[in-house]
């Protein structure tokens, strides 16, 4: 199964456990809008709260490529905050994990 598809079933499934072990220990993950840098510790965290939030929805997802090596995905998020973005993922894939991500948002309301 390619990495997209599990992404997809673990944030399908609010499954924090699942969303982890797709993760290499060394990733980092990058906010462009920001800049800040997170370990995978920082990471999980962060995405533990996202997915336990039921007002925290992923409303559409698609795979624009994905390799041995890149997947790259645009999804269209809605936040707790009645917000909404679009997403763009940029992920690095080692041994089949996500090695480093980067993310830009567009703000849609």
């Known amino acids: 199964m390619a990495l997209y598809d599990k992404l ?3 944030m399908v499934d609010r499954d924090v456990d699942s969303y982890a072990n797709l993760i290499h220990n060394d990733a980092v993950f990058v906010f462009h809008k ?6 995978k510790s920082e990471w ?3 995405a533990t709260g996202m ?3 039921e007002k925290f ?6 795979c624009v490529y994905e390799n041995d090596d890149i997947l790259v995905m645009h999804d269209f ?18 041994e089949g994990q996500i090695i ?10």
Do not use: C, H, W
Not at 34 to 39: A, C, D, I, K, Q
Not at 77 to 94: F, H, N, R
Not at 100 to 109: C, F, H, I, Q, V
């Open 44 to 46: 999980i965290s962060m």
């Open 57 to 62: 929805v992923q409303d559409s997802s698609r």
């Open 51 to 53: 997915m336990t939030n």
């Open 100 to 109: 480093r991500m980067e993310t830009g948002a567009t703000l849609l309301s």
């Open 77 to 94: 998020m809605s936040y707790p905050d009645d917000s909404k973005e679009a997403v763009m993922g940029v992920i690095m894939k080692k």
């Open 8 to 10: 997809q079933k673990s």
């Open 34 to 39: 920001t800049g800040n840098e997170f370990s």
